[in-house]
């Protein structure tokens, strides 16, 4: 058997198979610490008033420890049901972690084992998440927080702090804390009954009148983007408009249309079901994202570096098409290269540059295309380059990465996934800049300069920039904006389906 006491053998699985789940606590009143323990410890199911015990691993090293006493005090108890109520301003539901069952079951010992279950089970998802990001992310690989759970508790229970101990287990960034306290007033404007749908089917804008604009006025009212009752469009409204749709990631033109009005009248319920699925994300990431780093948000199509908290720089991106879909990772940028080749992808090459070029001989050529070693294809240096005029490289198994781009004018686009993968920047001179800070042999004007050279320069990184390329469709900006972005590769849907379904063992 393996020595990781967390972890069943092939053995134990076998004996899950063979024997089966213990019988329900509340049909035949068999299970007891002791049964339990020992039941989990070969790998079998125990069930108590209907609800399975999920802690397989650490619940049993709490109960030897204990020489399988019981553990907890009515104190213990009460605290822990408050923080498994309050487990709703987290995102996640109360009924997950046996909430009626401990209220209705009498027997000291299986209570004692929900208790502890709860515990441990709650715990583990404001730790690291309520659903393995990797079951419904195959390209994640960002490392969770981890914590001693069995010490927490033991401690907890120690010092009578059961709720402070839960407490701590969330994530501590400052977005986590105001995408939180966003949910509370999404909660309170659903609980009040929303808002009311906008159904002016033709365009409002600046100077118009009429119930229409009334309606307008309404809705954003309700959701706090307003602050009074009107049926004039006018100079204030528009103010109002604009900045919904930025917060929308939408074009800020004012002029209600189709795309507005859809999006003003999504239901404060998806919204606030959409906060806790980003919620949920956060607790997938590391406990340490590095200072200073940069976040890229695939679905708001923008890249963010941050110091301390404080924002250096901010700029628009373009991620990979729906079906070229920019993966969500970690790495560092170690090396900044001015006037780089593109060393054309295979699959590229073979599905879009070799037939252009065997429709229209010559095409190659005319894109600065050349054939090298063992028939790939390598773009030269220059302005007509795909990766612009700089390339930044992020070490990852993906082989994506940041760059330049000659065309620009993506950049004005709302939505902005056109790529075949890699994130191409806005601001690529800014970047490099400020990676080279602490090299005075690098300064702007000389950056500028070499990247259009026209020979491939690699200048090395001396403090690598952590980077983490992640998916959030609602999220709170430095001012405390709360902001929606499209769900771009439709993993809303997904991660939505996963935190409904029963939790799974650990």
């Not at 401690?155 to 994530?171: Q, S």
């Not at 307003?226 to 749709?245: C, G, I, N, P």
């Not at 999504?266 to 980003?278: D, G, K, S």
Request: charged content about 25%; overall charge negative; hydrophobic content about 40%.
């Amino acid at each position: 058997m393996d020595d990781d006491p967390y972890v069943l053998s092939l053995a134990f699985a076998f004996a899950l198979i063979i024997a089966g789940p213990l019988p329900d606590a509340t049909a035949g009143g068999a299970v007891t610490i002791r049964s339990a323990i020992d039941s989990l410890s070969h790998g079998r199911i125990v069930t108590i008033g209907g609800d399975p015990i999920c802690a397989s691993r650490p619940l049993p090293l709490f109960y030897n420890r204990r020489q399988l006493a019981p553990a907890w005090s009515a104190h213990d108890r009460d605290e822990l049901l408050g923080a498994i109520r309050d487990a709703k301003s987290e995102g996640v539901d109360p009924a997950d972690y046996h909430l009626a069952a401990i209220e209705k079951t009498s027997d000291v010992e299986q209570r004692d084992l929900l208790l502890t279950d709860a515990f441990f089970l709650l715990a583990s998802h404001l730790l690291s998440g309520r659903v393995d990001p990797e079951s419904i992310e195959p390209t994640w690989c960002l490392t969770p927080r981890t914590n001693d759970l069995v010490a927490a508790l033991e401690t907890a229970l120690e010092l009578h702090e059961v709720r402070a101990a839960i407490a701590r287990m969330p994530p501590a960034h400052p977005e986590y804390d105001a995408l939180r306290r966003w949910l509370a007033t999404y909660r309170g404007i659903a609980a009040a009954g929303g808002w009311p749908v906008v159904d002016a089917k033709k365009l409002l804008r600046l100077g118009d009148r009429g119930p229409m604009v009334a309606q307008l006025a309404a809705r954003l009212v309700a959701s706090g983007d307003f602050s009074q009752a009107t049926e004039e469009f006018d100079a204030s409204l528009d103010r109002a408009v604009r900045r919904f749709q930025s917060l929308q990631g939408l074009s800020a033109d004012g002029v209600v249309g189709p795309l507005t009005r859809a999006e003003l009248n999504i239901e404060a319920a998806a919204r606030v079901r959409q906060i806790e699925l980003n919620l949920e994300r956060w607790r997938w990431l590391p406990s340490d994202l590095g200072n200073p780093h940069a976040l890229i948000n695939i679905p708001a199509f923008s890249l963010v570096v941050t110091d301390h908290d404080r924002t250096v720089m901010a700029m628009r991106i373009v991620v990979g098409k729906d079906y070229l879909r920019t993966p969500i990772f970690s790495g560092n940028i170690t090396q900044v290269i001015l006037s780089p080749h593109w060393n054309v992808p295979d699959s590229i090459a073979d599905k879009e540059l070799w037939p252009k070029e065997h429709r229209t001989p010559g095409y190659l050529a005319s894109e600065h295309i050349e054939v090298v070693r063992g028939g790939k294809l390598r773009q030269t240096p220059g302005p007509w380059n795909s990766l612009g005029l700089i390339k930044f490289n992020i070490p990852n198994k993906y082989g994506v990465y940041l760059h330049d781009t000659p065309a620009k004018t993506l950049f004005e686009a709302s939505t902005r996934a056109f790529s075949h993968g890699c994130m191409r920047i806005e601001k690529p001179v800014d970047l490099a800049e400020w990676l080279l800070r602490d090299r005075p042999e690098w300064p702007r004007d000389r950056i500028v300069e070499e990247s259009q050279r026209g020979i491939e320069k690699m200048i090395p990184v001396k403090k690598p920039l952590p980077v983490h390329v992640l998916y959030w469709t609602a999220f709170v900006d430095e001012s405390g904006d709360l902001h929606f972005a499209p769900d771009i590769y439709h993993r809303d849907g997904r991660l939505d389906a996963a935190m409904r379904q029963a939790p799974t063992r650990f």
